[in-house]
C-alpha cells in the first residue's frame, strides 16, 4: 500500500535560517505530491504540489522536488519567519488509489 | 467566499454518548472526507464519499457513522462503540475522489473531547 514518511520533528529554528524538512514515499502508480500545512489550531492548508517526476512545486518562499529516483519530495526555505511556526504534512494521491496518504506531519518553530 | 465549515469548534460528551459533527461546503465539490487527527499520527481517513447517497469506510471507521443526503453536507457521528474519541476531527472536499490533480481543502476542524 501507499506510505509516507517524514522526518522525526519538532525541528526549532531561529529566524532567516535555512528549513529542509525530509518526506519520502512508498506508492503504486505515478503519485501526485502535496505539502500541507496547519495553523494552530486551524484545518489543513495545501502549500505546494508537483504532479509528475521532476516537477518543483512552489509558494510562498517554499519549495519541493519530486524525485522519482530517490522517491522523495523534500521541503525546503531559504530563509524562515516566525510566522512559519506550524505543522507540516507531506501527501500523496495515487491514480490507482484515489485518496490522499499523510505523513505524521512536523512541527516547526521558529523562534526571533 | 466558497469554503468548508465545521461545527461546533469545541465539542465535549460525556461517555456513552453519541454526538454528530457538522460538515458543509459550498464549493459545489462532488467529494467529501473526515479526517481524525491525533497528535504525532498525522491524519486517517474515517470515512469518504464521492457522490450523494454513496459513502465508503476508510481506515478508522470502527464506531464512526456518516450520511451523505445532501452533496452539501456530510455529518459524522462518533458512536458509543468508538473506544478512544477524543481527538481533533477534520472534515475535507475535493472536485472528485481519482485523479492526480486532487487537491483537498479542509475545514477549521472540530475538537472533541469526551468526559
Known amino acids: 500500500g501507499n506510505s509516507v514518511t517524514q522526518m522525526e520533528g519538532p525541528v526549532t529554528l531561529s529566524e532567516e535560517a535555512f528549513l529542509t524538512i525530509n518526506c519520502t514515499y512508498t506508492?503504486?502508480?505515478?503519485?501526485?505530491l502535496f505539502w500541507y500545512v496547519q495553523y494552530p489550531g486551524e484545518g489543513l492548508q495545501l502549500l505546494l504540489k508537483?504532479?509528475?517526476?521532476?516537477d518543483k512545486g512552489s509558494n510562498k518562499g517554499f519549495e519541493a522536488t519530486y524525485r522519482k529516483e530517490t522517491t522523495s519530495f523534500h521541503l525546503e526555505k531559504g530563509s524562515v519567519q516566525v510566522s512559519d511556526s506550524a505543522v507540516y504534512f507531506c501527501a500523496l494521491v495515487s491514480t490507482s488509489y484515489g485518496k490522499l496518504t499523510f505523513g505524521q506531519g512536523t512541527i516547526l518553530t521558529v523562534h526571533p | 467566499d466558497g469554503g468548508i465549515t465545521q461545527s461546533p469548534k469545541y465539542l465535549f460528551r460525556k461517555e456513552g454518548q453519541n454526538v454528530t459533527l457538522s460538515c458543509e461546503q459550498n464549493l459545489n465539490h462532488d467529494a467529501m472526507y473526515w479526517y481524525r487527527q491525533d497528535p504525532g499520527q498525522g491524519l486517517r481517513l474515517i470515512y469518504y464519499?464521492?457522490?450523494?447517497?454513496?459513502?465508503q469506510k476508510g481506515d478508522i471507521a470502527e464506531g464512526y457513522s456518516v450520511s451523505r443526503e445532501k452533496k452539501e453536507s456530510f455529518p459524522l457521528t462518533v458512536t458509543s462503540a468508538q473506544k478512544n474519541p477524543t481527538a481533533f476531527y477534520l472534515c475535507?472536499?475535493?472536485?472528485?475522489?481519482?485523479?492526480?490533480?486532487?487537491?483537498?481543502?479542509f475545514g477549521p476542524g472540530t475538537r472533541l473531547t469526551v468526559l
Open positions: 506508492a503504486t502508480g505515478y503519485p501526485s
Open positions: 475535507a472536499s475535493s472536485t472528485r475522489i481519482a485523479g492526480v490533480d486532487n487537491e483537498q481543502f
Open positions: 508537483a504532479t509528475k517526476a521532476d
Open positions: 464519499s464521492q457522490i450523494v447517497n454513496d459513502f
